[in-house]
């Protein structure tokens, strides 16, 4: 049964950190995209980051870019978004998400297949 599970979410002040982490099991790791997306209660769900396993490029929402890092480790089955000087307005309930591909990510949440159950993050002022 293929799973994803997230973890690493809490509560942090305004100018924090935190390490989301998201657990992959059930399937092989290879030819998938792997993504980050976040929602607010009453938004639609957004795109945050992504990967692919056999493309070495990556996406960024414009309001993360070059605060937050997407990486992964395919022999561990597991991907990292590093979440650097957060802000209030990143307060959500963070999800990881796959589909597979062979080419790379994209940021519709739509193409995704698989989801974890989600892990929430609060950033204070």
């Known amino acids: 049964e293929v799973q994803l599970v997230e973890s690493g979410g809490g509560l942090v002040q305004a100018g924090g950190s935190l390490r989301l982490s998201c657990a992959a099991s059930g399937f092989t790791f290879d030819d998938y995209a792997i993504g980050w997306f976040r929602q607010v209660p009453g938004r639609e769900r957004e795109g945050v980051s992504c990967?692919?396993?056999?493309?070495?490029?990556?996406w960024y929402r414009d309001s993360v870019k070059g605060r937050f890092t997407i990486s992964s480790d395919n022999a561990k089955k597991m991907v990292y978004l590093q979440m650097n000087s957060l802000k209030p307005e990143d307060t959500a309930v963070y999800y990881c998400?796959?589909?597979?591909?062979?080419?790379?990510?994209?940021?519709?949440?739509?193409?995704?297949?698989?989801w974890g159950q989600g892990t929430q993050v609060t950033v204070s002022s």
């Open positions: 990967l692919s396993s056999k493309d070495p490029r990556t």
């Open positions: 998400a796959a589909y597979q591909t062979q080419f790379d990510c994209y940021y519709s949440p739509y193409e995704y297949k698989y």
